[in-house]
């Protein structure tokens, strides 16, 4: 009997440390994969996918690490902290028109009443509306056939939901590649100016990162990079966007020769493609290293820009107020979504004609 019980626990541990060692490789492989992609190109939107991937991996590893050491304090941490999460989650979603009903209000306050920067508020109240149809049960008026519609409905939402996020976690994963301070030039992007002439603190924020990313370059004992400037003149503007960042910056002390301008340019794209005309012409080759301004927010969807132009520069972010963030995002997130909007619309044209088809079915059944 004795035989048997000691076979028994040694054949049950050998498979535990099978599976741990299952486990263990997945953990590797999953982190050797995202880390080659991400290194390689991390302007690709595949990114946020494997780091998913990536960390599920971990909790899963991590899980079975805690949970097969047999420690009773150590589960129920654990268990207390996925719960915690669990709860934090379930209230953030069910309570998130709280939050952008006050992101709302402080953008309201200091900013423009500009459709874009509205976009909190009608999130906000479009939330609200559905909070209060969920509570007074007004659904359940309806036919079922309708419901089906409904369900098509939160199924596009959720299809949404789903892509910002790996929006999200590419946009925070492009925040730490590494900044080799070995550039040729610094393309600073522009923004709108203020009363048609004037550097907004936005597209100041932009200028003076780029100015101190320079003095970093050169205090390391590289060469001063050059600064192109780059941004057209609006409709509504005096002078072009390229020639106000460029006095900016001559006014805190960089040398008029180390400024180019690109002042054709009319959106983000043209202005990594202008850009890199300007740096050809300038520099005499392909071989040239540059790096891009912009603000921290609008980070990932100019470095997409900047490889649709087979501009090979990633960029580095200015930091944004915090009230200003949640808005700019969302924006962000548009942008990002109509540049493959052929993929998405045919994605969500393919749920909502499922969930119709279902509704007619129990319509007509």
Known sequence: MHTIIFYTIKIFNYLNNRRLSSLTALLFACLIIFLFFWIVEPRNSINGLLFTGLFLSFVLWFGYLIFTQHNTLMNWLFGLMAIGIFIIIFFAIIFSWIFFLWNAYFVWKYESHTLPNLLSLIIGIALVCLWIALRLGILYYFPDWFDALVDGAFAIILYLCLIMYNFLINLILYQFIPRRYREDYLIVLGAGLIDGKKVSRLLGARIDRAIAFA??????????????????????????????????????????????LEDQSRNTYENMLLSKEVALKNYGSKKFKAKFFTNNYHLFRAALYAKKAHLHANGVGSTTRLYYLPNATIREFAGVFMMRKKRHFFIIAIIAIIFILRALAIGLG
């Open 215 to 260: 003095y970093k370059q050169y205090d390391k004992g590289r060469k001063f990079p050059k600064f192109i400037m780059s941004g057209g003149k609006g409709s509504d503007e005096q002078i072009s966007e390229a020639q106000a960042m460029k006095d900016y910056a001559i006014k805190r002390g960089i040398p008029q020769e180390n400024i180019l």
